[in-house]
Nanobody, 122 residues
Framework: QLQACGGGLVQAGGSLRLSCAAS????????MGWLRQAPGKEREFVAA???????YYADSVKGRFTISRDNAKNIVYLQMISLNSEDTAVYYC??????????????????WGKGTLVTVSS
């Protein structure tokens, strides 16, 4: 089970940190991802961190977002800075066992949490 939180309303240029708490599995064996879905758009990959701590980012967030995980607490974080209106979306955390070639694909993730809404006002 995945539970995401930390969304909210923020001004452009601001920052937020999303958290996703996992339960019911061997957390450190899973790759964890953040994907987002903006109104009228398809869900898209944002960032992922595999059990090896290898990190992956969408080009649109590289340098602004940082994904991390705390295996002792079974939590994955998404630190977001320099937010802009295009970052407005529902953010979902997800778990799976993606490989390098699939880590950016929605189908690589088998477990999903309910989303948390991030709204960036300009």
């Amino acid at each position: 089970q995945l539970q995401a939180c930390g969304g909210g309303l923020v001004q452009a240029g601001g920052s937020l940190r999303l958290s996703c708490a996992a339960s019911g599995g061997s957390f450190n064996s899973y790759g964890m991802g953040w994907l987002r879905q903006a109104p009228g758009k398809e869900r898209e990959f944002v960032a992922a961190i595999r059990g090896t701590n290898t990190r992956y980012y969408a080009d649109s967030v590289k340098g602004r977002f940082t994904i991390s995980r705390d295996n002792a607490k079974n939590i994955v974080y998404l630190q977001m800075i320099s937010l802009n209106s295009e970052d407005t979306a529902v953010y979902y955390c997800a778990a799976g066992r993606p490989i390098t070639s699939t880590v950016r694909q929605r189908d690589a993730y088998h477990y999903w949490g309910k989303g948390t809404l991030v709204t960036v006002s300009s």
